[in-house]
């Protein structure tokens, strides 16, 4: 249903643009979250954007350095990270939750039922 994309190797400071795009999902009936799991820790919330974009949500690691869009004719929502650092390293999901409420996206993981296949970004000193 999902499929992230954009993720690859950049040096601190750098900037990377993840990409999840969907064929089949209307993306004004669901929110769209970003999330991330390093190695050995556990997954964690980076950023959602409810259906429509009317709402966003960042956790406060990536609050001023990441941004979320939705490009509805795309069908594609766009997680735009700036001043990479090494602890920004991970495999980055999106998923999707079917909730129309365009003020509201969920920071919990359980909230959604679709997970794309996940891309991996990982960050150099």
């Known amino acids: 249903q999902l499929q992230a994309s954009g993720g690859g190797l950049v040096q601190a400071g750098g900037s990377l643009r993840l990409s999840c795009s969907t064929s089949?999902?209307?993306?004004?009936?669901?929110?769209i979250g970003w999330f991330r799991q390093a190695p050995g820790k556990e997954r964690e919330g980076v950023s959602c954007?409810?259906?429509?974009?009317?709402?966003?949500y960042f956790a406060d690691s990536v609050k001023g350095r990441f941004t979320i869009s939705i490009v509805s004719a795309e069908k594609t929502v766009y997680l735009e990270m700036e001043s990479l650092k090494p602890e920004d390293t991970a495999v980055y999901y999106c998923?999707?939750?079917?909730?129309?409420?365009?003020?509201?996206?969920?920071?919990?993981?359980?909230?959604?039922?679709?997970w794309g296949q996940g891309t991996l970004v990982t960050v150099s000193s």
């Open positions: 998923a999707a939750d079917p909730n129309p409420d365009p003020y509201l996206c969920a920071k919990l993981a359980s909230a959604y039922a679709y």
């Open positions: 089949k999902l209307s993306l004004d009936y669901y929110a």
């Open positions: 954007i409810s259906s429509r974009g009317s709402s966003t």
